[in-house]
């Protein structure tokens, strides 16, 4: 018989109430036409696509956005009703899944209407067509392409609901491909009205978009990273258009303490030596967690201190030097903070050489996630 969630000493700790006091601010700063899809995709940054969802729904978030197919499922699974959008693209023969569990699936190529078009599928396929405006990835790129697509979609078992963009370069100073990009967007629109007569919704904005620039947001953002407490770029950072609070934390317990006579080494490849007599802690977490070789040399939080990990880190452990002899099951904090010290995404991510957004989906499946649960009980159907 299982008796936990899990029985290991390491665990990811996502407080809710953060989620949703950063969709308020957010809200706060957008004009009131403007609504919000919570980006839940790749288990919400890590964090736990379910339960974010909810706790995002219940602080005003109206739909849902994912990458995949599979995503959408998994949320419908779990009883979540409202809207969700498949941002990536989904296999012609895979739209009945779509129609059947009323998910939104985006399109942009006219080869793929056409084998839709030859598929059976019951009620009607809503549709969010995808306009490449400059990030090079995926949508349609000309006038040409739109008109072809549009002449297509005169089919009772097609809605197009909406149209998209996204955005290269919103989080950084320069904003003058961000301006092509808008440019891009108008002229493409004025083409769409020319040929199209139906209402649809429009949603162009990511988080740095949406919170430096929320007057020229249109029907809906998409709100990711900042949805999770932090600022897509170091440059938004300082701007702090809003005020964010990290949602995610990761502790450990020592699981081993032992006092090493100086000369002796630690870890595979022996690459670290004691220089004194040293206190060493052992950390059940490796990098098969997502805790990257790389990170030898960083430090985590222990007794509200920083303590550094000493040599290789290994698939299920490192090691820590300590100050002095703290007990085993003493709290190692990875992410996050201890009385006056933090240890942030963005400080792991500058010393990976990447972004936060990498250090979120980079905490494998393997540490469980624990939630605090949002305070505010708002009875929202979702
Ligand atoms: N919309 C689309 C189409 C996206 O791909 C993303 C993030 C978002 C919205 C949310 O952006 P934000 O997290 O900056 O708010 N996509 C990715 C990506 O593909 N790689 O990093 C972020």
Known sequence: MRLKKSYRDSWVEIDLNNIQYNIEQLRHRLSHHTNIYAVVKANAYGHGDVEVAKAAIQAGASRLAVALLDE??????????VPILVMGWVHPEDVSVAADNDITITFFQKEW????MQLEFSGRLKLHMKWDTGMGRIGLRDEKELTELLQL???PRFYLEGIFTHFATADETDLNYFRDQQA??????QVFRANWNQPVIFHTGNSAASMRFPDVMQHYVRFGISMYGLYPSQIVKQEKPIDLKPAFSLHSRLIHVKKLPKGESISYGATYTTQEDEWTGTVPLGYADGIRRKLQGTDVLIGGQRAEIVGKICMDQFMIRLSKPYPVGTKVTVIGTQAD?????????SHLDTINYEIACMISDRV????????NEKNTHV
């Open 72 to 81: 959408a499922v998994k949320l419908r699974d779990h009883g979540i009703t």
């Open 113 to 116: 209407l056409e084998q839709v």
């Open 153 to 155: 979609l005169n089919e």
């Open 184 to 189: 891009r967007f108008e002229q493409l629109y």
């Open 341 to 349: 010290q933090e240890i942030t995404m963005d400080e792991l991510a």
């Open 368 to 375: 469980p996630r624990y939630y605090i649960p949002a305070v």
